[in-house]
């Protein structure tokens, strides 16, 4: 009896043990889960700034300056977008490179001087040498345009003028950017030659269309649009896989038998090493943002884009996946940026 006794007691204080080691780990994680949800909550506590590649005006500036405004809403912080133009967009993503890694600035900015930039050479450095956010937004809008000047019509036209007078059409771009891209796989997949030179920023660009200096630019639709319903240029194709419904009736290079598809995603991009609750946490803000009914009207009365957003994992995996398509391309587009 006095064994059996002895074996009870025994059980109790083995069963003891371990109830009170499961509630000390149990007590342990539920510290670290409320450290983790703390450090998310308090941030932003403070402004917080966003640098752009691009001029003001454009479709990145209008994309930055929308998304700022529901941030604001949501986090109580402001978003300071800072326009820091020139070199192809490298000024702007190399400042934020060297940046600290304290929350307090990333880079708002899209494919082309993260990607197109590395491929043509222009950096040597990738996407991944940033924290990667989210993609808050993806412009579907980009159109092939053309001055009234240059008499080109339609894409028929444009093929017809460019085979009689090779490298007479002048294309304007941003040299080693996302529409100097787009205009060599224009001319790669259509099977001309055009005249690419620099006209700068999508704003500047628009003066030089408007100022017969240039008879070709890819741009936002809703940066041209009151220019194509006056007259003053004139829509030649869309760059999307299929019409962007709020564009109105204007083809896709596929229909018009040419495989050229290219969207233009935006990015939030941190200064690698950022704590990895902040970037979970700009990654949950540009979703909350998204689902903002004005938010999107704003998008689709802006620049005619529809809403899109893509989580950390998801923005990276898309990035990557373009970067391995266009990486194909790095032989031309060095060779046309020279």
Same mark, same amino acid.
């Given at each position: 009896?006095?064994?059996?006794?002895?074996?009870?007691?025994?059980?109790?204080?083995?069963?003891?043990?371990?109830?009170?080691?499961?509630?000390?780990?149990?007590?342990?994680?539920?510290?670290?889960?409320?450290?983790? %949800?703390?450090?998310?909550?308090?941030?932003?506590?403070?402004?917080?700034?966003?640098?752009?590649?691009?001029?003001?005006?454009? +479709?990145?500036?209008?994309?930055?300056?929308?998304?700022?405004?529901?941030?604001?809403? !949501?986090?109580?912080?402001?978003?300071?977008?800072? %326009?820091?133009?020139?070199?192809?967009?490298?000024?702007?993503?190399?400042?934020?490179?060297?940046?600290?890694?304290?929350?307090?600035?990333?880079?708002?900015?899209?494919?082309?001087?993260?990607?197109? %930039?590395?491929?043509?050479?222009?950096?040597?450095?990738?996407?991944?040498?940033? +924290?990667?956010?989210?993609?808050?937004?993806?412009?579907?809008?980009?159109?092939?345009?053309?001055?009234?000047?240059?008499? !080109?019509?339609?894409?028929?036209?444009?093929?017809?003028?460019?085979?009689?007078?090779?490298?007479?059409?002048?294309?304007?771009?941003?040299?080693?950017?996302?529409?100097? $891209?787009?205009?060599?796989?224009?001319?790669?997949?259509?099977?001309?030659?055009?005249?690419?030179?620099?006209?700068?920023?999508?704003?500047?660009?628009?003066?030089? $269309?408007?100022?017969?200096?240039?008879?070709?630019?890819?741009?936002?639709?809703? =940066?041209?649009?009151?220019?194509?319903? =006056?007259? +003053?240029?004139?829509?030649?194709?869309?760059?999307?896989?299929?019409?962007?419904?709020?564009?109105?009736?204007?083809?896709?290079?596929?229909?018009?038998?040419?495989?050229?598809?290219?969207?233009?995603?935006?990015?939030?991009?941190?200064?690698?090493?950022?704590?990895?609750?902040?970037?979970?946490?700009?990654?949950?803000?540009?979703?909350?943002?998204?689902? !903002?009914?004005?938010?999107?009207?704003?998008?689709?009365?802006?620049?005619?884009?529809?809403?899109?957003?893509?989580?950390?994992?998801?923005?990276?995996?898309?990035?990557?996946?373009?970067?391995?398509?266009?990486?194909?391309?790095? =032989?031309?587009?060095?060779?046309?940026?020279?």
């Amino acid at each position: 009896m006095k064994k059996t006794w002895a074996f009870i007691i025994i059980g109790v204080l083995i069963m003891t043990l371990l109830v009170g080691c499961g509630a000390k780990e149990e007590a342990a994680n539920n510290a670290a889960n409320n450290t983790g %949800n703390s450090e998310e909550i308090n941030w932003p506590d403070k402004a917080f700034e966003v640098v752009l590649h691009a001029a003001a005006g454009g +479709d990145t500036d209008f994309n930055a300056r929308t998304f700022a405004q529901y941030f604001e809403e !949501i986090t109580g912080q402001p978003m300071v977008v800072t %326009n820091m133009d020139g070199a192809g967009g490298s000024i702007a993503t190399q400042t934020v490179l060297n940046s600290p890694a304290d929350g307090t600035k990333a880079l708002f900015t899209h494919i082309g001087p993260l990607i197109v %930039n590395e491929v043509s050479g222009l950096i040597d450095y990738n996407f991944e040498a940033f +924290d990667i956010a989210t993609i808050p937004a993806v412009d579907t809008s980009t159109i092939l345009v053309a001055s009234k000047s240059s008499g !080109i019509k339609s894409y028929e036209d444009l093929v017809e003028k460019a085979k009689a007078e090779p490298e007479k059409i002048i294309y304007g771009t941003e040299l080693g950017g996302f529409s100097h $891209l787009q205009g060599l796989l224009l001319q790669e997949r259509a099977g001309i030659k055009l005249q690419i030179v620099d006209a700068g920023s999508a704003s500047e660009k628009v003066a030089h $269309l408007l100022g017969d200096r240039i008879d070709l630019a890819a741009i936002s639709y809703g =940066t041209v649009k009151d220019h194509i319903n =006056t007259g +003053d240029m004139v829509a030649i194709a869309q760059f999307g896989a299929e019409r962007n419904p709020l564009l109105g009736d204007i083809p896709t290079f596929k229909e018009k038998g040419v495989d050229l598809v290219i969207d233009k995603p935006y990015v939030i991009a941190f200064p690698k090493g950022t704590d990895p609750a902040i970037i979970k946490r700009m990654s949950d803000i540009a979703v909350e943002v998204s689902q !903002i009914p004005e938010y999107g009207e704003k998008l689709e009365k802006g620049f005619y884009q529809t809403v899109q957003v893509y989580e950390t994992e998801e923005a990276i995996e898309y990035l990557r996946s373009i970067r391995e398509d266009f990486m194909k391309y790095k =032989t031309v587009l060095r060779v046309g940026s020279k």
